[in-house]
């Protein structure tokens, strides 16, 4: 027998395939195979066995698209009124030397997920991937997290080679990609490694995928901008049981059993148990005890009342406080009796510096949440961080931000007072920063904006953060998003490195550590992106745009030349064809004098391709120290640093390669950095 519909429920996208024994249930008319459908979770889990996808293993083959094609026919991908998403809870996994893939949606920006993998000259990759191990991180193979898709299935798969000048004489690894459930790879990919590319077209593999799902109603449009949360015929028609709610999804709607009740909530009474009971016995009892006292019952349940909203605004107090990791933070902060009392501050305290929060005391705002001016009653100047919305990342950036930031004490970071843990958003204090961000200082109408002795002095100050940062501090720290935006200026215009969100501890014992890319278009590190593993030297990278920015007061994430190059590459190109004034300030062509070019080596020399060519921190502080004052000394002992580090080198006499060779080489991959910003933070 055929494909059928009687093994489950009118109305949903399914075919039963009795052909096989044990029956089989299909999603729709695709050969996908349901294996679990959740409520809980509004997921369905299928899986199909197919052959490999593989784009050939030609050096230097055009980009190869993936359309309707991809996992299996395009059935699979539903437009329009679709009830199914692809699920974050899936990954994109790509092998091969020197191969990126791009998943597509169809919005702009359209950006789903993408990765690259790299083999280096002497490597084929079979010993850096999956070949020796369980776990992939650019090398040979990458894996790639899938963000949320709000127009529900993908729309294509892109896949190209890149960089094929660097595997002439080496046998590549065949390059394929796909989508498969996080988890799955990590098992199975050891063993599809081993495969020749002839037994990978030959041999199916099952791999199962996660979809998100929800009911499309005819009541109710699938424009988000133009629906309730939930029209009620849409809550009474699929929510059926008693004890449920409707939520509004990205194309649909799904129910869910209220809070104390489980089961299948789009059934008749199918959300059983819960509180609700309890309560309902607990009042038919107080009617029964009425009888008995009526004005004596009054004078307990005010009573109880009482003790009621004074214990609930105590354990309100003290759930959010365990929720905002309160006990984590207080054992951060056990090593150092000096701040441990003082980093934890009361919200009593901050509604009195605030004035209860009032309007009066923003200092501005975004996305995000407000900032606010208050005076503690130290009579310390603040400014305190308070989010708009509870969202887990940023509750992790803002225990992260403050286990890091309790530890640094250095004139040019920022300084953070403390923390208050008793609302259900989470707020930082910091000291107060009257002038404003680096950014608002540059970008200003006008042709001129800080002067060129004050925009190195700020270089200076930033570097020295830095450099503490990377090799001073008791734990080297990564800041990963070192921006003109997170550089706040005092009174003094001295600088103040902000904005730890985002960074990391690198262990004494490791060089680096593999991430989740993340950072801010135009200042990414490429080899970051590409390979997601981060160093010191990403942030000698973001440091070398800034330093560029500086010089030009162009933007790092708009600007782009008449040959679509973006400033980064633009500015290398110049520098090297002696043709800066063309890019340049023109304030900083009048007051820059000889220190102009010495300044844009430097900054050329922090944006090197590969990461290992970047000179240190430590050793660009010295450089830029060495321009300021003009001290001659500062070279000797820069090659002093150099015998034991990195040395720096300009990029035009790098390994016998031609100014313009190397420049080429360096950034033909700009333009797919712009990709960075597609990862969630």
Same mark, same amino acid.
């Given at each position: 027998?055929?494909?059928?519909?009687?093994?489950?429920?009118?109305?949903?996208?399914?075919?039963?395939?009795?052909? *096989?024994?044990?029956?089989? +249930?299909?999603?729709?008319?695709?050969?996908?195979?349901?294996?679990?459908?959740?409520?809980?979770?509004?997921?369905?889990?299928?899986?199909?066995?197919?052959?490999?996808?593989?784009?050939?293993?030609?050096?230097?083959?055009?980009?190869?698209?993936?359309?309707?094609?991809?996992?299996?026919?395009?059935?699979?991908?539903?437009?329009?009124?679709?009830?199914?998403?692809?699920?974050?809870?899936?990954?994109?996994?790509?092998?091969?030397?020197?191969?990126?893939?791009?998943? %597509?949606?169809?919005?702009?920006?359209?950006?789903?997920?993408?990765?690259?993998?790299?083999?280096?000259?002497?490597?084929?990759?079979?010993?850096?991937?999956?070949?020796?191990?369980?776990?992939?991180?650019?090398?040979?193979?990458?894996?790639?997290?899938?963000?949320?898709?709000?127009?529900?299935?993908?729309?294509? %798969?892109?896949?190209?080679?890149?960089?094929?000048?660097?595997?002439?004489?080496?046998?590549?690894?065949?390059?394929?990609?796909?989508?498969?459930?996080?988890?799955?790879? $990590?098992?199975?990919?050891?063993?599809?490694?081993?495969?020749?590319?002839?037994?990978?077209?030959?041999?199916?593999?099952?791999?199962?995928?996660?979809?998100?799902?929800?009911?499309?109603?005819?009541?109710?449009?699938?424009?988000?901008?133009?629906?309730?949360?939930?029209?009620?015929?849409?809550?009474?028609?699929?929510?059926?049981?008693?004890?449920?709610?409707?939520? %509004?999804?990205?194309?649909?709607?799904?129910?869910?059993?209220?809070?104390?009740?489980?089961?299948?909530?789009?059934?008749?009474?199918?959300? &059983?148990?819960?509180?609700?009971?309890?309560?309902?016995?607990?009042?038919?009892?107080?009617?029964?005890?009425?009888?008995?006292? %009526?004005?004596?019952?009054?004078?307990?349940?005010?009573?109880?009342?009482?003790?009621?909203?004074?214990?609930?605004?105590?354990?309100?107090?003290?759930?959010?406080?365990?929720?905002?990791?309160?006990?984590?933070?207080?054992?951060?902060?056990?090593?150092?009796?000096?701040?441990?009392?003082?980093? /934890?501050?009361?919200?009593?305290?901050?509604?009195?510096?605030?004035?209860?929060?009032?309007? =009066?005391?923003?200092?501005?705002?975004?996305?995000?949440?407000?900032?606010?001016?208050?005076?503690?009653?130290?009579?310390?100047?603040? =400014?305190?961080?308070?989010?708009?919305?509870?969202?887990?990342?940023?509750?992790?950036?803002?225990?992260?931000?403050? =286990?890091?930031?309790?530890?640094?004490?250095?004139?040019?970071?920022?300084?953070?007072?403390?923390?208050?843990?008793?609302? $259900?958003?989470?707020?930082?204090?910091?000291?107060?920063?009257?002038?404003?961000?680096?950014?608002? *200082?540059?970008?200003?109408?006008?042709?001129?904006?800080?002067?060129?002795?004050?925009?190195?002095?700020? =270089?200076?100050?930033?570097?020295?953060?830095?450099?503490?940062?990377?090799?001073?501090?008791?734990?080297?720290?990564?800041?990963?998003?070192?921006?003109?935006?997170?550089?706040?200026?005092?009174?003094?215009?001295?600088?103040?490195?902000?904005?730890?969100?985002?960074?990391?501890?690198?262990?004494?014992?490791?060089?680096? +550590?593999?991430?989740?890319?993340?950072?801010?278009?135009?200042?990414?590190?490429?080899?970051?992106?590409?390979?997601?593993?981060?160093?010191?030297?990403?942030?000698?990278?973001?440091?070398?745009?800034?330093?560029? $920015?500086?010089?030009?007061? &162009?933007?790092?994430?708009?600007?782009?030349?008449?040959?679509?190059?973006?400033?980064?590459?633009?500015?290398?190109?110049?520098?090297?064809?002696?043709?800066?004034?063309? /890019?340049?300030?023109?304030?900083?062509?009048?007051?820059?004098?000889? &220190?102009?070019?010495?300044?844009?080596?430097?900054?050329?020399?922090?944006?090197?391709?590969?990461? $290992?060519?970047?000179?240190?921190?430590?050793?660009?502080?010295?450089?830029?120290?060495?321009?300021?004052? *003009?001290?001659?000394?500062?070279?000797?002992?820069?090659?002093?640093?150099?015998?034991?580090?990195?040395?720096?080198?300009?990029?035009?006499?790098?390994?016998?390669?031609?100014?313009?060779?190397?420049?080429?080489?360096?950034?033909?991959?700009?333009?797919?950095?712009?990709?960075?910003?597609?990862?969630?933070?």
């Amino acid at each position: 027998m055929g494909p059928s519909t009687s093994c489950y429920l009118p109305g949903f996208d399914l075919t039963c395939d009795r052909s *096989h024994h044990p029956p089989q +249930l299909l999603l729709g008319n695709t050969d996908f195979q349901v294996v679990n459908i959740s409520l809980d979770n509004s997921t369905i889990r299928v899986t199909r066995t197919y052959p490999l996808i593989s784009a050939g293993s030609d050096i230097g083959s055009i980009p190869y698209h993936f359309g309707g094609d991809l996992l299996g026919g395009s059935q699979f991908f539903f437009a329009g009124e679709a009830p199914y998403s692809l699920s974050t809870r899936n990954e994109l996994v790509v092998t091969g030397c020197n191969a990126q893939a791009t998943l %597509l949606g169809h919005r702009n920006p359209a950006i789903i997920s993408g990765c690259a993998s790299f083999c280096y000259d002497n490597d084929t990759g079979s010993s850096n991937g999956l070949g020796g191990g369980k776990y992939c991180h650019g090398m040979g193979c990458c894996q790639a997290p899938i963000s949320e898709s709000l127009d529900g299935m993908p729309k294509e %798969l892109i896949f190209k080679w890149f960089d094929n000048t660097k595997l002439k004489d080496i046998l590549p690894l065949p390059g394929y990609t796909f989508i498969a459930e996080q988890g799955w790879f $990590e098992q199975q990919g050891h063993l599809i490694m081993k495969m020749g590319l002839e037994e990978m077209y030959e041999t199916p593999v099952k791999v199962p995928i996660l979809l998100g799902w929800e009911v499309l109603h005819n009541g109710s449009s699938t424009n988000a901008k133009s629906r309730r949360d939930c029209p009620g015929e849409v809550a009474r028609d699929l929510c059926k049981s008693e004890h449920s709610q409707c939520k %509004l999804g990205n194309r649909g709607h799904t129910c869910k059993c209220n809070d104390g009740y489980h089961g299948n909530p789009y059934i008749t009474d199918g959300c &059983k148990g819960g509180l609700a009971k309890y309560f309902r016995g607990i009042s038919i009892f107080i009617g029964v005890a009425s009888g008995a006292g %009526l004005i004596l019952l009054v004078l307990i349940i005010y009573f109880i009342s009482y003790k009621y909203k004074q214990r609930r605004s105590q354990m309100l107090k003290q759930k959010f406080f365990e929720q905002n990791r309160g006990q984590l933070l207080q054992q951060l902060v056990s090593q150092r009796a000096d701040i441990a009392e003082k980093m /934890i501050i009361t919200l009593e305290e901050l509604e009195k510096a605030t004035n209860n929060f009032d309007k =009066a005391r923003e200092l501005g705002g975004g996305g995000h949440g407000t900032i606010y001016k208050g005076i503690l009653s130290d009579l310390h100047v603040v =400014a305190i961080k308070k989010p708009k919305i509870l969202v887990q990342k940023e509750i992790d950036e803002f225990i992260n931000e403050v =286990a890091i930031l309790s530890q640094i004490n250095h004139r040019n970071v920022v300084k953070l007072y403390g923390c208050c843990l008793e609302t $259900e958003v989470p707020m930082l204090v910091y000291e107060f920063i009257s002038n404003g961000t680096l950014y608002e *200082h540059l970008h200003v109408e006008g042709p001129t904006s800080l002067t060129w002795d004050k925009r190195l002095q700020i =270089a200076i100050e930033t570097a020295k953060s830095l450099a503490y940062l990377h090799s001073t501090a008791l734990i080297p720290i990564i800041h990963r998003d070192i921006k003109s935006a997170n550089i706040l200026l005092d009174d003094t215009l001295t600088a103040k490195v902000a904005d730890f969100g985002s960074s990391r501890y690198i262990p004494l014992d490791k060089s680096g +550590l593999t991430t989740m890319v993340q950072g801010t278009l135009g200042y990414l590190d490429p080899m970051y992106f590409y390979t997601g593993r981060l160093t010191e030297k990403s942030d000698v990278y973001s440091f070398g745009v800034m330093l560029i $920015e500086l010089m030009t007061r &162009k933007k790092p994430f708009s600007y782009t030349d008449s040959q679509g190059d973006g400033l980064v590459a633009h500015f290398a190109t110049l520098f090297v064809e002696g043709s800066l004034f063309q /890019i340049l300030d023109p304030q900083v062509m009048n007051e820059g004098g000889n &220190k102009i070019e010495d300044i844009a080596e430097i900054a050329v020399a922090c944006i090197e391709l590969r990461g $290992e060519e970047r000179p240190t921190m430590r050793q660009v502080e010295l450089r830029l120290e060495g321009v300021l004052s *003009h001290v001659e000394h500062v070279e000797a002992l820069m090659e002093e640093f150099d015998v034991n580090g990195t040395m720096i080198k300009s990029p035009v006499t790098r390994d016998g390669i031609s100014d313009q060779e190397g420049l080429s080489s360096q950034y033909s991959m700009e333009e797919d950095c712009t990709l960075s910003k597609s990862y969630p933070r």
